[in-house]
T-cell receptor, first 109, second 116 residues
Framework: GQQVMQIPQYQHVQEGEDFTTYCNSS?????IQWYKQRPGGHPVFLIQ?????EVKKQKRLTFQFGEAKKNSSLHITATQTTDVGTYFC?????????FGQGTELSVKP | NAGVTQTPKFQVLKTGQSMTLQCAQD?????MSWYRQDPGMGLRLIHY???????DQGEVPNGYNVSRSTTEDFPLRLLSAAPSQTSVYFC???????????????FGPGTRLTVT
């Protein structure tokens, strides 16, 4: 079945440093979604990418969808302590949504 | 709108006991799903439903049953609890497109289950 792999599993950064997490699918995706989960909370939807090569920005967050629609990335510029949490990508597979393992981001002030 | 609600928030079971985790949504979403979250494993899909009366298995369905008698409710039943089912369980819902693809998932607050 389809697999969605995400790396790295953990990332520790100093406040102000940049952060990137990568998502790779074993099959071509019709779209990809990104979620953020704060410690002790539940996943919250951030964005959905649909088009090949699409790039979307939300303030300091930049999301990219690969040309082949099999990979995606989330880049955070100048991290802040409020960025702490786990970031998940998710792709559809035969009518259901499959999540990657997530990247846990910690930010040292 | 309350969104997606889950009960209970915490539960401790003994091995072999059964129980039902409740999930309800008031957004008239067709798609509902259950995930379990374990350290380092991400969110793994247990069961999902694309509408009332329709359910299907996800990645890790063994030991769990679901039913979808109404659009609003999607309970998850643990038939005979095992320590390996100790986890945080999330219910989620979304609307579906005409092609069957899913839109943004709305998650409930989760149920933290411990099986001793």
């Amino acid at each position: 079945g389809q697999q969605v792999m995400q790396i790295p599993q953990y990332q520790h950064v100093q406040e102000g440093e940049d952060f990137t997490t990568y998502c790779n699918s074993s099959t071509t995706l019709s779209n990809i979604q990104w979620y953020k989960q704060r410690p002790g909370g539940h996943p919250v939807f951030l964005i959905q990418l649909v088009k090949s090569g699409e790039v979307k920005k939300q303030k300091r967050l930049t999301f990219q969808f690969g040309e082949a629609k099999k990979n995606s990335s989330l880049h955070i510029t100048a991290t802040q302590t409020t960025d702490v949490g786990t970031y998940f990508c998710a792709g559809p597979s035969r009518g259901k949504l499959i999540f990657g393992q997530g990247t846990e981001l910690s930010v040292k002030p | 709108n309350a969104g997606v609600t889950q009960t209970p928030k915490f539960q401790v079971l003994k091995t072999g006991q059964s129980m039902t985790l409740q999930c309800a949504q008031d957004m008239n979403h067709e798609y509902m799903s259950w995930y379990r979250q374990d350290p380092g494993m991400g969110l793994r899909l247990i069961h999902y439903s694309v509408g009332a009366g329709i359910t299907d298995q996800g990645e890790v369905p063994n030991g769990y049953n679901v039913s979808r008698s109404t659009t609003e409710d999607f309970p998850l039943r643990l038939l005979s609890a095992a320590p390996s089912q100790t986890s945080v369980y999330f219910c989620a819902s979304s609307r579906t497109g005409t092609s069957g693809g899913t839109y943004e998932q709305y998650f409930g607050p989760g149920t933290r289950l411990t099986v001793t």
